[in-house]
T-cell receptor
Framework: AQSVTQLDSQVPVFEEAPVELRCNYS??????LFWYVQYPNQGLQLLLK??????LVKGINGFEAEFNKSQTSFHLRKPSVHISDTAEYFC???????????FGSGTKLNVKP | EAGVTQFPSHSVIEKGQTVTLRCDPI?????LYWYRRVMGKEIKFLLH????????ESGMPNNRFLAERTGGTYSTLKVQPAELEDSGVYFC???????????????FGAGSRLTVL
């Protein structure tokens, strides 16, 4: 079975500072990788996805993530965060036929002024 | 287009009672998923429908949980009788049919928070 580890449950950061949210997964087969964001009282929204091709994936709101197969990681980064980025972020892994997705436990990003 | 709608947004019931959660997926989305998040933990897969058929229900905790999707449109998730450990947020998600690019993008509802006292 797959597992997804988000090492940090909470990440406090000041506005305009860079941020990295870490995600590691375990899998012996090819997988597809996703980051979702949940703003308060809303559903999860897709930030970005890696299916194939370039290992550097750009998403919405200035976020990007890099797939590192050797380290089985898919860390999310943003060079300069805004107050509006305060939310909970989930890393997810999908198998080839996308019938099942595995999520991490989430990282709460708290951007302070 | 309308998103994925879940009802109720919050339900508080006593142990032993029954609760039914409803999910209306995006029109035309054959794939419908139920997930659950217990406080602070990972979002866990419960089951997957393709139209009205259960494709995978390996994540259902036990036989107190019953999911249906009659007619392949909306889905319900019934918990009967509810136990304390059933508390959490139940998310529904849907995606386009097939295995193409659209099938791997899940659109989530806002979730139904269940509190069992």
């Amino acid at each position: 079975a797959q597992s997804v580890t988000q090492l940090d449950s909470q990440v406090p950061v000041f506005e305009e500072a860079p941020v990295e949210l870490r995600c590691n997964y375990s899998s012996s087969v090819s997988v597809y990788l996703f980051w979702y964001v949940q703003y308060p009282n809303q559903g999860l929204q897709l930030l970005l996805k890696y299916l194939s091709g370039s290992t550097l994936v750009k998403g919405i709101n200035g976020f990007e993530a890099e797939f590192n197969k050797s380290q089985t990681s898919f860390h999310l980064r943003k060079p300069s965060v805004h107050i509006s980025d305060t939310a909970e972020y989930f890393c997810a892994v999908g198998k080839y036929n996308f019938n099942k997705f595995y999520f991490g436990s989430g990282t709460k990003l708290n951007v302070k002024p | 287009e309308a998103g994925v709608t879940q009802f109720p947004s919050h339900s508080v019931i006593e142990k032993g009672q029954t609760v039914t959660l409803r999910c209306d997926p995006i029109s035309g989305h054959d794939n419908l998923y139920w997930y659950r998040r217990v406080m602070g933990k990972e979002i866990k897969f419960l089951l997957h429908f393709v139209k009205e058929s259960k494709q995978d229900e390996s994540g259902m905790p036990n036989n107190r949980f019953l999911a249906e999707r009659t007619g392949g449109t909306y889905s319900t998730l019934k918990v009967q009788p509810a136990e304390l450990e059933d508390s959490g947020v139940y998310f529904c998600a849907s995606s386009q049919p097939g295995a193409g690019a659209g099938a791997n993008v899940l659109t989530f509802g806002a979730g139904s928070r269940l509190t069992v006292l």
